[in-house]
Protein backbone atom coordinates (compact mmCIF):
# COMPACT_ATOMS: atom_id res chain seq x y z
CA UNK A 1 0.00 0.00 0.00
CA UNK A 2 2.99 2.03 0.69
CA UNK A 3 5.00 1.79 -2.53
CA UNK A 4 0.93 2.65 -4.27
CA UNK A 5 0.83 6.14 -2.24
CA UNK A 6 4.50 6.79 -3.19
CA UNK A 7 4.25 6.01 -6.94
CA UNK A 8 0.65 7.90 -7.25
CA UNK A 9 2.13 10.71 -5.42
CA UNK A 10 5.45 10.63 -7.49
CA UNK A 11 2.84 10.41 -10.62
CA UNK A 12 0.90 13.33 -9.45
CA UNK A 13 3.89 15.55 -8.98
CA UNK A 14 5.31 14.81 -12.56
CA UNK A 15 2.20 15.21 -14.41
CA UNK A 16 1.66 19.01 -11.95
CA UNK A 17 5.36 19.80 -13.10
CA UNK A 18 5.04 18.74 -16.67
CA UNK A 19 1.43 20.88 -16.87
CA UNK A 20 3.12 23.89 -15.28
CA UNK A 21 6.20 23.60 -17.62
CA UNK A 22 3.85 22.96 -20.65
CA UNK A 23 1.59 26.02 -19.22
CA UNK A 24 4.29 28.52 -18.38
CA UNK A 25 6.21 27.78 -22.16
CA UNK A 26 3.32 28.16 -23.76
CA UNK A 27 3.21 30.46 -27.35
CA UNK A 28 -0.29 31.90 -25.82
CA UNK A 29 -0.29 32.13 -22.37
CA UNK A 30 -3.56 32.40 -20.82
CA UNK A 31 -5.06 36.64 -20.97
CA UNK A 32 -7.91 38.10 -19.22
CA UNK A 33 -9.13 42.27 -19.20
CA UNK A 34 -9.01 43.47 -16.23
CA UNK A 35 -12.10 46.01 -16.07
CA UNK A 36 -12.20 49.02 -13.79
CA UNK A 37 -15.82 50.33 -13.30
CA UNK A 38 -17.00 54.01 -11.74
CA UNK A 39 -20.46 53.91 -11.70
CA UNK A 40 -22.74 57.01 -12.27
CA UNK A 41 -24.05 58.57 -9.75
CA UNK A 42 -26.89 56.30 -8.11
CA UNK A 43 -26.15 53.84 -10.99
CA UNK A 44 -24.86 50.73 -8.56
CA UNK A 45 -27.37 48.50 -8.71
CA UNK A 46 -28.00 48.87 -12.54
CA UNK A 47 -24.39 48.20 -13.53
CA UNK A 48 -23.88 44.95 -11.12
CA UNK A 49 -27.76 44.00 -13.36
CA UNK A 50 -25.85 45.13 -16.66
CA UNK A 51 -22.90 43.17 -15.82
CA UNK A 52 -25.20 39.89 -14.69
CA UNK A 53 -26.75 40.24 -17.82
CA UNK A 54 -23.11 40.20 -19.24
CA UNK A 55 -22.54 37.45 -17.68
CA UNK A 56 -26.00 35.43 -18.64
CA UNK A 57 -24.98 36.48 -22.42
CA UNK A 58 -21.38 34.66 -21.67
CA UNK A 59 -23.11 31.48 -20.18
CA UNK A 60 -25.72 30.93 -23.16
CA UNK A 61 -22.11 31.50 -25.53
CA UNK A 62 -19.96 29.30 -23.63
CA UNK A 63 -17.92 31.64 -22.48
CA UNK A 64 -16.42 31.76 -18.71
CA UNK A 65 -18.36 34.20 -16.42
CA UNK A 66 -16.35 37.23 -15.27
CA UNK A 67 -15.24 37.60 -11.39
CA UNK A 68 -15.95 40.86 -9.84
CA UNK A 69 -14.81 42.63 -7.14
CA UNK A 70 -16.78 45.36 -5.23
CA UNK A 71 -14.80 48.15 -3.64
CA UNK A 72 -14.48 48.41 0.46
CA UNK A 73 -11.86 51.25 0.95
CA UNK A 74 -8.88 52.98 -0.97
CA UNK A 75 -9.25 54.21 -4.33
CA UNK A 76 -12.65 55.94 -6.24
CA UNK A 77 -13.77 52.84 -8.07
CA UNK A 78 -17.06 50.87 -7.67
CA UNK A 79 -16.45 47.09 -9.43
CA UNK A 80 -13.02 45.36 -10.57
CA UNK A 81 -14.05 42.96 -13.23
CA UNK A 82 -11.34 40.11 -14.72
CA UNK A 83 -12.86 38.33 -17.69
CA UNK A 84 -11.31 36.35 -20.41
CA UNK A 85 -10.18 37.51 -23.38
CA UNK A 86 -12.60 36.55 -25.95
CA UNK A 87 -12.44 34.86 -29.95
CA UNK A 88 -14.27 36.61 -32.65
CA UNK A 89 -16.01 33.45 -32.44
CA UNK A 90 -16.66 33.60 -29.22
CA UNK A 91 -17.96 37.39 -29.20
CA UNK A 92 -20.65 35.94 -32.38
CA UNK A 93 -21.61 33.95 -30.85
CA UNK A 94 -22.21 36.03 -27.38
CA UNK A 95 -23.72 38.64 -29.91
CA UNK A 96 -26.15 35.71 -31.33
CA UNK A 97 -26.84 34.45 -27.45
CA UNK A 98 -28.21 38.61 -26.80
CA UNK A 99 -30.19 38.27 -29.84
CA UNK A 100 -32.01 35.24 -29.08
CA UNK A 101 -32.29 36.78 -25.47
CA UNK A 102 -33.81 40.03 -27.19
CA UNK A 103 -31.05 42.02 -25.67
CA UNK A 104 -28.93 44.47 -26.96
CA UNK A 105 -25.77 42.90 -29.26
CA UNK A 106 -22.84 44.73 -30.56
CA UNK A 107 -21.66 48.23 -30.49
CA UNK A 108 -25.39 48.98 -29.13
CA UNK A 109 -23.69 46.23 -25.93
CA UNK A 110 -21.24 49.86 -25.05
CA UNK A 111 -23.94 52.64 -25.32
CA UNK A 112 -25.79 50.59 -22.98
CA UNK A 113 -23.46 50.24 -20.50
CA UNK A 114 -21.90 54.04 -20.91
CA UNK A 115 -25.74 54.57 -19.86
CA UNK A 116 -24.54 53.48 -15.98
CA UNK A 117 -20.98 54.60 -15.73
CA UNK A 118 -19.12 57.65 -15.06
CA UNK A 119 -15.72 56.21 -16.53
CA UNK A 120 -14.00 52.81 -16.97
CA UNK A 121 -10.28 51.48 -18.33
CA UNK A 122 -10.05 48.01 -19.53
CA UNK A 123 -6.07 46.20 -19.72
CA UNK A 124 -5.37 43.52 -21.17
CA UNK A 125 -2.75 41.15 -19.03
CA UNK A 126 -1.14 37.49 -18.99
CA UNK A 127 -2.63 35.53 -16.54
CA UNK A 128 -3.40 34.15 -13.88
CA UNK A 129 0.14 32.35 -13.41
CA UNK A 130 2.16 31.72 -10.49
CA UNK A 131 5.61 33.78 -10.24
CA UNK A 132 7.42 30.69 -10.95
CA UNK A 133 5.45 30.53 -14.31
CA UNK A 134 6.14 33.94 -15.38
CA UNK A 135 9.95 33.14 -14.31
CA UNK A 136 9.80 30.59 -16.49
CA UNK A 137 8.63 32.00 -19.56
CA UNK A 138 12.04 34.56 -18.91
CA UNK A 139 14.45 31.76 -20.27
Known amino acids: MKYLMKYA ?6 AIAATSIAYAQAA ?3 RAIISI ?6 HQQALLEWLAQQDRIAAAAGIPASQIYAHTDG ?3 DYLM ?9 DQAADAAAAKMGLPSGPKVGL ?3 KHIQSHTDTYVVGPL ?6 DRLK
Open 82 to 90: IAPVTTDAQ
Open 28 to 30: SPP
Open 130 to 135: TAAQML
Open 112 to 114: ELR
Open 37 to 42: YHAAPG
Open 9 to 14: AAAAAG
Open 75 to 77: DSW
